[in-house]
């Protein structure tokens, strides 16, 4: 549009096209001339005349005013986002919160625009910033209003994609019968409210990549679990009824999670990102769920990045956990098996009370098995050292970092993380890869460090 192609034009005379950048060029380039050839100085002059004209001709078609909002301090709304409007010159490319990603914008016309922000019960400062295209903020501005509703706007940092079933496992002669024979009928997606006190306003939300769901108007409890399903009648069918199933997705045979991973994208109601990552069928996500019947679930929502394959593990058991949760909560562990320290070593092992906790066993009944295996892992026609550790599917609040040494005493990140497996029997194989191939360096160790989530 017109807006846009001042911005770009002005972007050009700003960065190179004038006289300041490109004197330092033409006397570079000088030097090289030799004899009659004609200098290159002709070109300072007729630069700058070009990109004043330019400038000229952009300030007289669209006025320079300075960037501000327009929406007046003091409003009050019942709604959980509001359009907020102001002004800003061609030179505005992006306006977003202060420190954080672009909004979608409306340009009105060449200097007005308006975004849809969130706004929380209580009083909201929001503070926006214009970023030129150089991606420098060119300046910020800030509007009071104060939210009188009882729900707060579903953000990213209160509502999570929690687990989702994107190749489900094949249909039973059961369901055959009934007459779901494709076994994508059977995906579903998880979605958790993630605060424990404050209930959240779902309406306008939208899957808007890997596929397309509008959410309805609707609200979600503190704790509570919302499920978009791929074919509601199978769902049901598999699941049972009475599980908070908002609306089915494949309503075309085109709208369904992709078997081989794609890019998953939830917005909220202005358009910004709750949820954004591209999942994969291959490690190092979790390959178990692909087409083995288990879902990905979302370890520790909140704390961990959505978007990294090591926040991700799949379900204990087959079909996955819709509305549900398998995951371990290592407080009622220490309680139920008496730990008051998990780095002792309560039943003499040699193995702390967190271990223990990872690996599934008892922190009461001696049990010498090795927590960390070796292993050779070929790539490429090179052979490289792999540690494999049996994880315990549910304790989810561990963290575990790769290390590696020449001499036993200095250690270093090292070790890649390269996935995890569902063995089948509720624990999982976790593995880590040395980046150096076996006999093209010195001698290596690997340790594994594990310690509590933050």
């Not at 998953?264 to 358009?271: H, Q």
Request: net charge negative.
């Amino acid at each position: 549009n017109e807006r846009a192609y001042y911005g770009h034009i002005l972007d050009i005379v700003n960065t190179s096209f004038n006289s300041a950048y490109i004197n330092e060029w033409i006397d570079h380039y000088q030097c090289f001339l030799t004899g009659n050839q004609p200098s290159l100085s002709t070109f300072r002059s007729y630069i700058n005349t070009r990109s004043r004209h330019a400038a000229n001709l952009i300030n007289n078609a669209v006025t320079n005013i300075p960037y501000r909002i327009n929406t007046p301090d003091g409003m009050e709304t019942n709604q959980s986002f509001i359009t907020v409007s102001g002004d800003g010159w061609v030179d505005v490319r992006e306006i977003r919160f202060s420190g954080g990603g672009a909004l979608p914008i409306t340009w009105t016309d060449n200097n007005s625009w308006e975004v849809t922000v969130p706004v929380s019960p209580g009083a909201n400062t929001i503070t926006l910033e214009a970023v030129g295209f150089d991606g420098v903020v060119i300046s910020r501005d800030s509007v009071d209003i104060t939210g009188s509703s009882t729900l707060a706007p579903a953000t990213a940092a209160n509502f999570a994609i929690t687990e989702f079933n994107y190749h489900p496992g094949p249909p039973t002669a059961d369901e055959q019968i009934a007459g779901f024979l494709d076994s994508d009928a059977f995906e579903f997606i998880e979605m958790q409210n993630l605060s424990e006190t404050q209930a959240i306003d779902l309406t306008n939300l939208a899957f808007t990549n890997g596929i397309t769901f509008n959410f309805p108007s609707s609200t979600l409890d503190p704790g509570a679990r919302v499920i978009v399903a791929g074919n509601e009648a199978a769902f049901i069918h598999r699941y049972g009824g009475g599980l908070p199933v908002i609306g089915q997705y494949q309503i075309s045979n085109s709208n369904r999670l992709s078997n081989d991973g794609e890019r998953l994208r939830l917005e909220d109601a202005s358009g910004t990102a709750i949820s954004d990552f591209t999942y994969n069928e291959g490690a190092p996500w979790p390959s178990s769920a692909d087409g083995f019947g288990y879902s990905l679930v979302l370890m520790c929502p909140g704390l961990n990045d959505p978007t990294l394959p090591q926040s991700w593990r799949t379900s204990a058991t087959v079909n996955g956990n819709a509305n549900g949760s398998d995951t371990i909560d290592l407080a009622t562990w220490m309680v139920t098996n008496r730990v008051l320290d998990l780095s002792f070593d309560d039943d003499g092992d040699r193995s702390a009370s967190l271990l223990e906790f990872a690996t599934g066993r008892d922190p009461n009944i001696f049990d010498a098995t090795d927590e960390v295996e070796s292993a050779i892992v070929e790539t490429d026609g090179q052979l490289f050292a792999a540690m494999v550790f049996r994880q315990q599917i549910g304790a989810d609040e561990i963290s575990f970092r790769g290390e590696s040494s020449g001499d036993l005493v200095n250690w270093t990140d090292g070790p890649l993380y390269l996935g995890r497996t569902n063995n089948g029997d509720g624990t999982s194989s976790v593995w880590f890869v040395s980046n150096r191939a076996i006999g093209t360096s010195e001698r290596e160790f690997l340790r594994l460090e594990i310690t509590t989530k933050p």
